[in-house]
């Protein structure tokens, strides 16, 4: 019976450790991860439906729009995120009138893991986006 007894200990404190190791190592991953989960921009068509693993993105916008505002939702909070250099919380206006090219870039709560997102948008030559009126 003292056997039983010391062999339950020995498993349940090791299983305890085993536990704590796994805890600690997905803490790590965790911190490891500069994924967003959604990007959302005004006023423009996306080519294709926003993917957590996809990094370049092509939209097309009417003539004639000069800002955008960029909608930005990281996976894990605290995930520090910057739209074409400027850190963000969420919303940002970016002028594209000089410059159609929209680049966002997280760091990972470790501070080295990055990644980097881009948006192409392309301004229409004509403005489809209005409706024709007879």
């Known amino acids: 019976m ?3 007894f010391i062999l ?17 190592n997905t803490n790590k991953n965790s911190e490891s ?9 005004s006023n ?33 909070n605290g995930i520090t995120v910057s ?8 919303l940002v206006s970016v002028n594209i009138s000089s410059n159609n090219m929209v680049t966002i870039t997280t760091i990972a709560l470790d501070g080295v893991t990055t990644m980097t997102y881009t948006i192409a948008i392309q301004i229409l030559c004509n403005n489809f986006f209005k409706k024709e009126t007879k």
């Open 2 to 4: 003292v056997i039983y």
């Open 8 to 24: 339950i200990r020995f498993f349940f404190c090791h299983l305890k450790k085993s536990n704590s190791k796994n805890q600690k």
């Open 44 to 76: 423009v068509i996306w080519q294709s439906s926003f993917s957590q693993g996809v990094t370049m993105y092509h939209v097309t916008a009417p003539r004639g729009l000069q800002i955008v505002e960029i909608q930005t939702t990281p996976v894990i």
């Open 83 to 90: 739209v074409n250099g400027i850190t963000s919380t969420g």
């Open 33 to 41: 991860i500069a994924t967003l989960s959604s990007i959302s921009v």
